[in-house]
């Protein structure tokens, strides 16, 4: 094997807990995960996940939900309201 180099990344802590529980349930560590997922890169030269750049009505509703966020709002002040929006 070459010599190997090492890579750091920052992570949330929850989320690494929760991934290396899933991972060690499968027989894998976190190091054979992210080496797996370097490998398919090379391998198809492609992201083994597929990406999109969200459309304008998505980007629309990330701002608002964003924004519901900050605020601290409620968008609906019933759920009668909600459930007829959603019916639209």
């Given at each position: ?60 509703a990330m701002a ?17 309201t909600l459930i007829?929006?959603?019916d639209g």
């Amino acid at each position: 094997m070459a010599a190997g180099s090492m890579l750091h990344v920052r992570m949330d802590e929850n989320v690494k807990a929760q991934a290396t529980r899933a991972l060690a349930a499968m027989g894998l560590s976190t190091s054979d995960a992210v080496r797996l997922l370097f490998h398919r890169i090379v391998a198809d030269q492609a992201f083994p996940l597929e990406l999109k750049v969200p459309n304008k009505a998505t980007r629309e509703a990330m701002a608002e939900a964003d924004e519901i966020i900050r605020s601290g709002r409620a968008r609906f002040t019933d759920a009668e309201t909600l459930i007829a929006d959603l019916d639209g």
